[in-house]
């Protein structure tokens, strides 16, 4: 049976890492930042403009700031951030070093905000930290939270959603054939899922902060591809004119939101797949196209743990493959706590939206 809070389930890795500058690092490129070369290489061709942090203070993504949890990064030396990642310890959130770094670079600065931790405890090899949070942020986590609890509701809903999920994983004419045979067990429970998440889509999407012509069509890409990438970009915002700095690209496969079954996409949005976004617009996308693929992406999911188990043992049949997934409470937990939270995350960026806008007419 599910659980709406699974205490030890946060899965987040973590490692150690050695305090010397000079030791060998192994730099993971990730899709927000710059691009290393395949030959691991970097540009020095060009003057480094100065880092503006000292190093040892803490940064992290503007875009970010509103999640629970947001990863943070610690400045080592001028061109590199190490990666903490958070971890749970009775009942409070905290964060310690991996072994994971990434590139700053002149082009990407804008993209950080610098933020205040407490040591906890400090080794050689290990440092944990609490994040600080303003009085804002401290409220909106408490309002995630809250939302969290109540959405708690949808549990047995959610549960059959995932069978649902790993049915279609398991035999790719599933979803057809309940609506075919008007199968009201599996589509009730799908339906009251997909109706929540289409309202909490609907609160991050443009028309909340009013916008344009613009927003729109970039929204209306968002809902088609649901592959998104984030990097460096420079120009104007494709949805609000103001400076950009960062460019996104769509990729992937159009699907039938229903069934799942691949599309051909809108002949007006066949070749929409890269735009230039500011840093709040770049944040608002990104959740947004989390939660209009949810399905997409829970099905992701469970067709990876479906294709596990049958490397595992192919000769295993689908009804022991369904029960066994259905058995992994860590995991159906987890993924129930993950769209709680991107439901949640929605709720507070239209509740801050609104409160933005209030201000604005005062």
């Known amino acids: 049976m599910l659980v709406g809070a699974h205490s030890g389930a946060l899965g987040y890795g973590y490692g ?63 061109t590199l951030l190490q990666k903490y990642e958070p971890f749970e310890d009775n009942g409070k959130v905290l964060y310690r070093n991996i072994s994971t770094y990434t590139v700053w670079n002149p082009e990407n600065k804008k993209l950080y905000t610098q933020v205040q931790v407490k040591i906890r405890s400090q080794t050689h090899l290990e440092t944990i930290v609490e994040l600080v949070r303003s009085e804002l942020q401290g409220d909106d986590c408490h309002f995630i939270e809250k939302r969290m609890l109540e959405t708690q509701m949808y549990q047995e809903n959610f549960e059959v959603y995932i069978q649902t999920l790993i049915s279609h994983a398991l035999d790719p004419n599933f979803l057809t054939e309940i609506f075919q045979e008007q199968d009201e067990y599996f589509l009730s429970n799908v339906k009251t899922v997909d109706e929540v998440t289409e309202t909490m889509r609907t609160r991050v999407s443009s028309g909340v902060c009013g916008g344009g012509n613009g927003s729109r069509s970039l929204d209306a890409a ?66 947004y196209t989390k939660i209009s693929h949810q399905k997409y992406l829970m099905y992701t999911e469970c067709s990876k743990r479906v294709a ?45 939206m609104r409160h933005a806008m209030s201000r604005q007419m005062i």
């Open 308 to 352: 596990e188990k049958r490397m595992q043992n192919p000769s295993k049949d689908t009804t022991a493959i369904l029960n066994e997934l259905l058995a992994d409470e860590p995991w159906l937990s987890q993924l129930f706590r993950d769209v709680r939270h991107s439901w949640a995350e929605a709720e507070s960026w239209e509740r801050k």
């Open 222 to 287: 968002v809902a088609t591809w649901p592959g998104l990438s984030v990097a460096a970009g420079n120009g104007v915002c494709r949805a609000c004119v103001r400076p950009a700095v960062a460019r996104l690209l769509l990729y992937g496969q159009p699907y039938n939101p229903a069934t799942l079954e691949p599309v051909q996409p809108d002949a007006r949005l066949a070749y929409e797949k890269e735009f230039l976004v500011c840093a709040a617009c770049c944040g608002r996308v990104q959740l």
């Open 16 to 78: 150690s890492t050695e305090n010397d500058a000079n030791s060998n690092r192994k730099l993971h490129n990730i899709k927000t930042h710059q691009q290393i070369p395949n030959t691991g290489q970097i540009d020095n061709s060009r003057p480094i403009e100065e880092m503006p942090y000292q190093s040892g203070e803490f940064v992290a993504l503007k875009n970010e700031l509103a999640e629970m949890w947001p990863t943070i990064w610690r400045v080592d030396g001028k």
